[in-house]
């Protein structure tokens, strides 16, 4: 069998792992022959690819980023590709194609698979919105390093007195807002959700301050919005592939807090940190699991599926269920949480 695999959209700790197992499970235990195809979809429709073997993934386990690039592609040219598939397949001989990527990357592919390409999905997003799977690798690392930033944030905001606005990703879900958060005992969790009250945030770091303690750390989903008539707060444009640019509420928020309640409010915004560097433990695992499975399940001609994690087990389900709806932070989360803060 001659399997390609392509990293589309935003990068990911653990995309590395995926493929590494991919090859491990492909070229070792079943003598195929891989192919990498070079920045995500741009390079599966341009025919730019290279061959993978063990040397080629050799060492890159615990890499962040992908060896094999990624780039976002316009949703007309995929519509051509689309139109075309059986002149695709037929130029690019391969027997199954394993994309990895989140909801976007997903959504080329089911458009792929119901055009008839053998395709087999890896979900990763570290923002852990896809709906069809409990967990997405990069998920686990990004929690991690957006708690450690808060953990070292709170030291210098107790020195100085201030209050700090960490903004962390996750466009309109806030599943890192609300575990990096609670892990790092953030006084405040803002998530895309549910609109915030911007008095309440005030009134919660005043009652801090006259207990003397006269610090906060607030913890913002940059999808996160102020409730209605609570502060100003504009909407962003939309980019070319559909996406709204943002506008900054962790720094819309440091700079109205502070005129509000005459404290100094410092924004920190993590950004792309959260998904670069070394993958976790647990997201290598994950992610060398999705990469084995979607190996096996080419083999079994489980195309237009993908792979997902229910429970401890890896399962396949179907590729359109991946993008149906997003898995957004459930009431009884936001409960919880507001129990604890």
Known sequence: MRIGVLTAGGDCPGLNAVIRSVVHRAVVDRDDEVIGFED???????GRYRPLDLNSVSGILARGGTILGSARLER???R???DNSEELMARLGIDALIPIGGEGTLTAATMLSDAGLPVVGVP????????????TFGFDTAVGVATEAMDRLKTTAE??????????????????????????????????????????????????FSRGKKFAVVCVAEGARPAEGSMDYGKGTID????ERFV????????????????????????????????????????TRFGWHAVEAAHRGDFGMMTALRGTDIVMTPLADATRELKTVPQDRMDETEAVF
């Open 76 to 78: 007309d040219r995929l």
């Open 40 to 46: 995500g979809f741009k390079g599966l429709l341009e």
């Open 159 to 208: 020195s100085h007195q201030r209050v700090m606005v960490v903004e962390v990703m996750g466009r309109h879900a806030g599943w890192i807002a609300l575990e990096a958060g609670m892990a790092g005992g953030a006084h405040g969790i803002c998530l895309p959700e549910r609109p915030f009250a911007v008095d309440e945030l005030c009134k919660m770091i005043e009652e801090r």
């Open 240 to 243: 070319q592939y559909g996406h």
């Open 124 to 135: 990763k997003t570290i923002d852990n919105d896809i709906s069809a799977t409990d967990r």
């Open 80 to 82: 051509d590709a689309c």
């Open 248 to 287: 900054g509420i962790g720094n819309r928020l440091a700079t109205e807090l502070e005129h509000r309640i005459g404290t100094e409010a410092r924004p920190v915004i993590l950004g792309h940190v959260q998904r670069g560097g070394t993958p976790t433990a647990y997201d290598r695992v994950l992610a």
